[in-house]
């Protein structure tokens, strides 16, 4: 897609190939959801706005600073890789799944979730700069977070999985760890 892409309707792509995106998506009439079945991966624009769900089923490529928002609390689910050195930025009060590794082959600057809704992480992630979840954190599996800068958790962090914490700046837990079900 060369340009921006509006309008109030689902979107689905499914190809063996690239989906790219160029300009916004859904930066004037938000889509009402946005599914990428697998391929070869999915190279994202700064912004990307559903009212409804968005599911990447291939590995996802940051190509800028990039926020994911769904403004009617659909799920946001990245099920595969997510690499490239720009900020991701997750704005939904549903769920927001991170099921492969993030920055795991190119770091992430940050990566920031906001305070509605919840977290499922269920591998690692790898950011230059920080990691702020502001929603509580489900743990799918075991997860490494390797920080050049500050961790913080705005809320609970449960599930039965390891949790590790390396942080250039400090970890900060603002919830009970364990509390629901114990790591």
């Given at each position: 897609?060369?340009?921006?892409?509006?309008?109030a309707f689902?979107l689905?792509?499914?190809?063996?190939g690239?989906t790219s995106?160029?300009?916004?998506?859904?930066?004037?009439?938000?889509?009402?959801s946005?599914?990428?079945?697998?391929?070869?991966?999915?190279?994202l624009?700064?912004?990307v706005?559903?009212?409804?769900?968005?599911?990447?089923?291939?590995?996802?490529t940051?190509?800028?600073?990039?926020?994911?928002?769904?403004?009617?609390?659909?799920?946001?689910?990245?099920?595969?890789?997510?690499?490239?050195?720009?900020?991701?930025?997750?704005d939904?009060?549903?769920?927001?799944?991170?099921?492969g590794p993030?920055?795991?082959?190119?770091?992430?600057t940050?990566?920031?979730?906001?305070?509605?809704?919840?977290?499922?992480?269920?591998a690692?992630?790898?950011?230059?700069?920080?990691?702020?979840?502001?929603?509580?954190?489900?743990?799918?599996?075991a997860?490494?977070?390797?920080?050049?800068?500050?961790?913080?958790?705005?809320?609970?962090?449960?599930?039965a999985?390891?949790?590790?914490?390396?942080?250039?700046?400090?970890?900060?837990?603002a919830?009970?760890?364990?509390?629901?079900?114990p790591?």
């Amino acid at each position: 897609f060369g340009g921006t892409l509006d309008g109030a309707f689902a979107l689905a792509v499914n190809t063996a190939g690239l989906t790219s995106f160029s300009g916004a998506v859904g930066g004037t009439t938000p889509l009402a959801s946005l599914s990428i079945g697998g391929g070869a991966g999915t190279r994202l624009p700064a912004a990307v706005t559903t009212t409804g769900s968005q599911a990447y089923g291939s590995p996802v490529t940051l190509t800028a600073g990039t926020t994911l928002t769904s403004s009617a609390a659909g799920n946001i689910a990245l099920a595969g890789a997510v690499n490239g050195a720009f900020a991701l930025t997750v704005d939904t009060a549903g769920t927001t799944t991170f099921g492969g590794p993030v920055g795991g082959s190119t770091p992430l600057t940050s990566v920031t979730t906001d305070a509605p809704g919840s977290t499922a992480l269920g591998a690692g992630v790898t950011t230059t700069g920080a990691q702020s979840f502001g929603d509580a954190v489900a743990l799918t599996g075991a997860a490494t977070l390797n920080a050049g800068g500050a961790v913080s958790f705005g809320a609970t962090v449960d599930g039965a999985a390891a949790l590790a914490v390396n942080s250039a700046s400090g970890v900060t837990f603002a919830g009970n760890v364990g509390g629901n079900a114990p790591l």
